[in-house]
């Protein structure tokens, strides 16, 4: 069998980059070094219900919980709250994500493509004039080479496809946000709402997250800037977090996860027979380290792009930038905006964070998004947001 | 005298993929859901290890 295209991870980015790929025409082959789609778990597994509207996933197996809205909570106790009610809109589902991973990678299946697990990409094949053309492979002990004329980088947070076609994807440390979370259970509350806790001394340069995944259980977590860090400083964090809450007391630990979350600019996402998406594209939001949402989004478009691409046979940089472009204009700014809050935001004092909590904490906020709260803060807080005014215009110009 | 080079607790390692992300010699890897550092490749940076967030990675002499 020889392919068109080969994704290399399984993950939400790769299996939909695949299947919209395959759904228009072009032959692809998904490869994962894992036994198993979507083990480990690697992420807080909160997403937007926006997903609803793109008709992705069937079945609700994947749905763990819905939310009606968000609570923030600044270092002194302050609240802000975006609700249901208020915004009148789509909130948040937690998900379970190696079911929703697994979903996405069965309606890739469904179209057409083949996926190939315990199969590890070792480097890149290039031909006589070092155009790529393919990856060399390794399932158990075999070494194999997978011809095709586009790679995709679905290969998350870690990519490597990226740094060997001369992408530079690494990360600085405080472009990371490094992360563990605890799914515990028996627990004595009860919570419809993702809960967020800022502050300096509880999360250097991130946040504590408690989403409700279950009745008595919850995703709790914590995610810090990786140039703020210490070696196991996360872990300790969140373990004293834990302590200091009585409803934790007795609580039951059903499952440890690590986790990295790129809180970076985009990289360029193509080159001559390549393409990157997802986390590898680090198409992830820097104030929430969120990417689900931007995964489906990207993968979608890629796919559609690579599929022209098959069609006209041309696997060129020009070809393939048809992509660049649409992500650019369907999430690009919003990265931008979301990557320059991160970097004023870290500037911010725990006095600070308080006194704009306390001046938002009966806002009626129009929407459940970061925009409606970046928003509220550049009403409220001019001359202290003023940098990101020019850049509050251009994301309503593209929105 | 050879820097002390970053080495990975596999019994720990819970695969997160941060310290591949940050190394900027691209000397680590990932491998049946453990992360491995070619020794060859080590700088003795020590960024993976302080981006670790259990600490399962600490800098060991090189013989």
Redesign the interface.
Do not use: F, W, Y
């Given at each position: 069998m020889t392919y068109d295209v080969v994704v290399v991870g399984a993950g939400p980015a790769g299996s939909v980059t695949a299947r919209f790929a395959q759904e228009k025409g072009a032959k692809v082959l998904m490869i994962d070094?894992?036994a198993e789609i979507g083990i480990?778990v690697?992420c807080g597994e909160g997403i937007s219900q926006r997903i609803d509207k793109w008709g992705m996933l069937e079945g609700t197996n994947w749905i763990a919980s819905t939310m009606d809205g968000a609570k923030i909570y600044a270092p002194d106790g302050t609240m802000v709250t975006l609700s249901k009610e208020m915004a009148g809109n789509e909130t948040g589902y937690v998900v379970h994500r190696d079911l929703f991973d697994k979903e996405l990678a069965r309606q890739a299946g469904k179209a057409g493509v083949d996926i190939q697990l315990r199969t590890?990409a070792l480097a890149l094949l290039k031909d006589k004039n070092g155009k790529i053309c393919g990856v060399k492979a390794r399932t158990y002990d075999e070494e194999f080479e997978i011809p095709a004329d586009i790679v995709v980088g679905a290969d998350?947070?870690?990519?490597?496809i990226g740094?060997w076609a001369g992408i530079n994807?690494?990360?600085?440390?405080d472009d990371?946000e490094?992360?563990?979370q605890y799914t515990l259970s028996n627990i004595d509350y009860h919570s419809d709402y993702a809960e967020f806790y800022l502050g300096k001394k509880i999360a250097p340069g991130g946040y504590v997250w408690i989403f409700p995944k279950e009745e008595g259980v919850f995703n709790i977590g914590i995610g810090i800037l990786?140039s703020l860090?210490?070696?196991?400083?996360?872990?300790q964090l969140l373990d004293a977090f834990i302590k200091s809450r009585p409803e934790f007391k007795n609580a039951t630990c059903l499952r440890?996860?690590?986790?990295?979350a790129?809180v970076a600019k985009p990289v360029e996402t193509v080159k001559d027979n390549l393409v990157l998406v997802g986390d590898a594209a680090r198409h992830v939001d820097s104030i929430t380290g969120g990417g689900l949402t931007t995964a489906l989004e990207g993968g979608k478009l890629a796919g559609d792009t690579i599929s022209d691409c098959v069609k006209n046979q041309t696997f060129d940089k020009e070809s393939l930038s048809v992509y660049e472009t649409l992500w650019k204009q369907a999430f690009g700014q919003k990265l931008l905006r979301d990557y320059l809050v991160k970097d004023i935001m870290l500037g911010f004092d725990d006095k600070t964070l308080n006194m704009l909590a306390d001046s938002l904490k009966d806002y009626k906020f129009d929407e459940f998004s970061t925009l409606s709260l970046v928003k509220a803060l550049v009403l409220k807080h001019p001359t202290l947001l003023v940098k990101l005014k020019p850049l509050m215009r251009l994301s309503e110009k593209v929105k | 005298m050879v820097k002390p080079k970053a080495k990975v607790d596999e019994e720990q390692c819970l695969s997160c993929g941060g310290c591949v992300s940050v190394c900027p010699k691209d000397a680590i890897s990932l491998k049946n859901l453990r992360a491995y550092v070619d020794k060859e490749k080590c700088i003795s940076c020590e960024i993976c290890v302080n981006t670790c967030p259990i600490g399962a990675i600490n800098m060991e002499a090189v013989d």
């Open positions: 070094r894992r480990p690697l590890e998350g947070v870690e990519s490597r740094k994807t690494t990360l600085k440390p990371l490094t992360c563990i990786a860090s210490k070696p196991g400083k996360p872990k440890i996860l690590a986790g990295a790129p | -």
